[in-house]
């Protein structure tokens, strides 16, 4: 039974499901977190499921072909996420430093990630308050497809 990076559902002393994450480098040298939840058929059907909802969540990976290809030693921090009943309680700015020291004692030197500025819940506000900058910005153009 692992003893980091897993959450378990208990239901009347039993185990009813969980919910696991771990680290895997795909063929191609991309360093992911992956994640995996199971319910047991005790626990199914009783509302468990819900209740192991993910409060909160981050990807943090190491492109090394795109980083030799570029003369750096980046991670990236990205699908940052926290679910609205968790908000406002420092998660995402607690996996995001998390995530950055993973990426340091990898050997990276920086960290990227992309976020829409106009975010009405502060996710800005956040990476901001973890260190990040803008380095670049994107303009997306959008056009409405009226169908005949």
Aim: proline content about 3%.
């Amino acid at each position: 039974m692992p003893k980091r990076d897993v959450c378990l559902a208990d239901a009347n002393g039993e185990i009813a499901g969980y919910l696991r994450c771990w680290p895997c480098v795909q063929a191609d040298g991309l360093h992911l977190y992956a994640q995996f939840g199971v319910m047991a058929p005790n626990g199914r059907r009783r509302g468990i499921g819900r209740a192991l909802q993910v409060a909160d969540q981050v990807r943090t990976y190491v492109d090394a072909t795109w980083n030799r290809a570029n003369g750096v030693q980046r991670g990236w921090t990205e699908f940052i996420s926290v679910g609205e009943s968790w908000r406002r309680r420092g998660l995402a700015r607690a996996l995001i430093l998390r995530s950055l020291r993973a990426q340091r004692d990898a050997g990276m030197t920086q960290s990227g990630l992309g976020v829409d500025t106009h975010n009405l819940d502060g996710a800005l506000r956040v990476y901001e308050s973890c260190g990040f900058v803008a380095v670049q910005r994107h303009c997306v153009h959008r056009k409405p497809l009226l169908l005949d």
